[in-house]
């Protein structure tokens, strides 16, 4: 274990076991249907690329990068593109995947864009959700784990853009933020 990571909250194992199920669960809701899955980086690559391996019907994907924390551990409120999509959603099924919904203001910033983008449909899979941090009504349609108020990094989540790569998810020490 990592020295800044106080305890590991959800294991690896525990990860894969759960995006084998959402994998599952996704590939008999879009059979049929291609839809347009859309990864929110950074924070989503992880969890992203280990979700469709485990969908079983055709799908294309895209990639969207988005930020509103910057270096701070709270959100600024204020969601900025950085990337945008290369491709129209315009009657498409579209499938946003985030790493985690905290305050909410990503999500419905990318939900609302993508709706006046007239996609046909727009659903959230979602590994982690915080519901403590909300600040605005954000329900994901498919959720790994519920997170308590803990500051946690790791596969895919980040602090200061440190401890992405971690394959668990892990509590961070409260000097490391502190300081
Ligand atoms: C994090 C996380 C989600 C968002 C959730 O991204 O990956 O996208 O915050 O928080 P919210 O519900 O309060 O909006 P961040 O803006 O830190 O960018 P990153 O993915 O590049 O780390
Ligand atoms: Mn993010
Ligand atoms: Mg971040």
Same mark, same amino acid.
């Given at each position: 274990?990592?020295? +800044?990571?106080?305890?590991?909250?959800? !294991?690896?194992?525990?990860?894969?076991?759960? #995006?084998?199920?959402?994998?599952?669960?996704?590939?008999?809701? $879009?059979?049929?249907? *291609?839809?347009?899955?859309?990864?929110?980086?950074?924070?989503?690559?992880? %969890?992203?690329?280990?979700?469709?391996?485990?969908?079983?019907?055709?799908?294309?994907?895209?990639?969207?990068?988005?930020?509103? @924390?910057?270096?701070?551990?709270?959100?600024?409120?204020?969601?900025?593109?950085?990337?945008?999509?290369?491709?129209?959603?315009?009657?498409?099924?579209?499938?946003?995947?985030?790493? #985690?919904?905290? !305050?909410?203001?990503?999500?419905?910033?990318?939900?609302?864009?993508?709706? *006046?983008?007239?996609?046909? !449909?727009?659903?959230?899979?979602?590994? %982690? +959700?915080?519901?403590?941090?909300? !600040?605005?009504?954000?329900?994901?349609? $498919?959720?790994?784990?519920?997170?308590?108020?803990? %500051?946690?990094?790791?596969?895919?989540? +980040? @602090?200061?853009?440190?401890?992405?790569?971690?394959?668990?998810?892990?509590?961070?020490?409260?000097?490391?933020?502190?300081?």
């Amino acid at each position: 274990m990592q020295n +800044d990571i106080q305890e590991v909250l959800i !294991s690896e194992e525990e990860l894969q076991a759960k #995006i084998k199920e959402l994998g599952e669960q996704l590939s008999g809701e $879009y059979e049929g249907r *291609n839809p347009l899955v859309i990864c929110v980086l950074k924070g989503a690559f992880i %969890f992203m690329a280990d979700l469709v391996k485990r969908i079983t019907v055709p799908i294309e994907l895209d990639f969207m990068a988005v930020s509103s @924390y910057g270096a701070a551990t709270k959100s600024s409120g204020v969601v900025k593109i950085i990337k945008d999509l290369d491709t129209t959603v315009e009657g498409r099924d579209v499938l946003i995947v985030e790493d #985690i919904i905290d !305050s909410g203001l990503t999500l419905s910033h990318l939900i609302e864009l993508l709706k *006046n983008r007239n996609a046909k !449909s727009v659903k959230v899979v979602t590994l %982690f +959700d915080k519901p403590s941090g909300r !600040s605005v009504k954000m329900e994901a349609d $498919y959720t790994g784990f519920v997170l308590p108020d803990a %500051f946690v990094v790791g596969y895919g989540l +980040d @602090y200061a853009e440190h401890y992405r790569n971690l394959p668990y998810i892990g509590v961070l020490k409260p000097e490391v933020y502190t300081k």
